[in-house]
């Protein structure tokens, strides 16, 4: 099943995009087949090539551009929206459900073995997010060194932080050193 921030998940392999190196998880094309055999769908027969890794890297600043843009209630670049069209264009189509643990999914046609042909299912989840009814509820972590997007599916539509584990205990925990310093 396609989950709609799929593409988030991608977008979060590079965190802390607020501090002068931001954390990045996919250094090697081996890095990113096996996140995307993490995802649940078949390894690639063979890692990337550096150009297709290094494709896939530019696709994911281009959706983090995106979704970053429309987190912060402005519009996004042309030239993103461009470079995502062509790389849907150029993926995969959908054209075949499967049935699968008790839910249905993409058929993802991968003998092609590209990156291309492996980020489909990233690509359109993307597609879907920025044209469903769900895309006012993408965020952007209130902590400015983060920078995490994330899909708010709280009631309220109002959680700030990408986790109270994360920056939202360390938001609390810099308001309360900051107040006993005063106090």
Request: proline share 5%.
């Amino acid at each position: 099943m396609l989950r709609a921030d799929l593409c988030l998940d991608f977008v979060n392999t590079r965190y802390w995009r607020g501090q002068a190196e931001p954390t990045e998880t996919l250094k090697t094309p081996d890095d990113l087949a096996g996140w995307l055999a993490g995802l649940g769908g078949p390894r690639p027969a063979r890692p990337p090539v550096r150009r297709e890794f290094e494709r896939a890297l530019e696709l994911r600043e281009t959706l983090h551009r995106l979704f970053d843009a429309e987190a912060q209630d402005r519009t996004p670049g042309a030239r993103d929206l461009e470079v995502l069209n062509q790389a849907l264009a150029a993926a995969p189509a959908r054209t075949t459900l499967r049935r699968e643990r008790g839910a249905y999914g993409w058929d993802v046609d991968a003998k092609a073995g590209t990156a291309l042909a492996l980020l489909a299912p990233i690509l359109w989840s993307a597609g879907d997010l920025l044209a469903g009814t769900r895309l006012d509820r993408v965020r952007r972590c209130a902590n400015p060194e983060c920078g995490w997007i994330f899909l708010d599916d709280s009631r309220a539509g109002k959680r700030r932080w990408c986790s109270m584990q994360a920056c939202g205990n360390r938001a609390k925990a810099r308001r309360h050193y900051h107040k006993v310093k005063k106090g």
